[in-house]
């Protein structure tokens, strides 16, 4: 099974700044895909990132305000911009195996102030 | 496009006592369904899954989970609860094509009485 890492765990930001959250995985996958839990909520897909090409955004989710990148098969990054406190979330990374098997990173917990 | 609906938002039970979590799923083909567990503070676990054969699925710490095409359901059981299964429970669908990623329930917050 794939192990995940993100950095950072948490973070504290000001309302108007960015934050690039790291995702590492220990094996080379295809895609990667990146979830954001708002507070006392479920999982919501915003982004599918496949390395080589740019990333596909869910409804309500723009390049704009979460850019991602996605420099090889082991690694990607999701920056969320111009923050404001409804940005304060739980933003996870997870990787997919065969037939659909999702593992998730431990998440990074931003808290927008 | 899928969904996954978990009917119960906080479900409280009596450690020892057996336990139920619902969830429904909408979906055209074969689902791949799946339950994860997210503690406070943690990430997600996943407790098992379903792809294809038989439609009872044994899981980590006990868990097992029914799969019934006719009703739509993938309902998460545990005989005997304890106080250390306090915590989300989320249901989640999937096409299995490992490019689409999962579409998750709201979750249910599981609440364990001494």
């Known amino acids: 099974s794939a192990v995940i890492s993100q950095k950072p765990s948490r973070d504290i930001c000001q309302r108007g700044t960015s934050l690039t959250i790291q995702c590492q995985v220990d094996s080379q996958v295809t895609m990667m895909f990146w979830y954001r839990q708002q507070p006392g909520q479920s999982l919501t897909l915003i982004a599918t990132?496949?390395?080589?090409?740019?990333?596909?955004?869910e409804s309500g989710f723009v390049i704009d305000k979460f850019p991602i990148s996605r420099p090889n098969l082991t690694f990607s990054t999701l920056t969320v911009s111009n923050m404001s406190p409804e940005d304060s979330s739980i933003y996870l990374c997870?990787?997919?195996?065969?037939?659909?098997?999702?593992?998730f990173g431990q998440g990074t917990r931003l808290t927008v102030v | 496009a899928q969904s996954v609906t978990q009917p119960d938002i906080h479900i409280t039970v009596s450690e020892g006592a057996s336990l139920e979590l619902r969830c429904n799923y909408s979906y055209g083909a074969t689902p791949y369904l799946f339950w994860y567990v997210q503690s406070p503070g943690q990430g997600l676990q996943l407790l098992l899954k379903y792809f294809s054969g038989d439609t009872l699925v044994q899981g980590i710490k006990g868990f097992e989970a029914e799969f019934k095409r006719s009703q739509s359901s993938f309902n998460l059981r545990k005989p005997s609860v304890h106080w250390s299964d306090a915590a989300e429970y989320f249901c989640?669908?999937?096409?299995?094509?490992?490019?689409?990623?999962?579409?998750f329930g709201k979750g249910t917050h599981l609440i364990i009485q001494p």
């Open positions: 990132a496949n390395q080589g090409s740019e990333a596909t955004y």
């Open positions: 989640a669908v999937g096409t299995g094509g490992g490019a689409d990623g999962l579409t």
């Open positions: 997870s990787v997919e195996e065969y037939r659909g098997f999702a593992f």
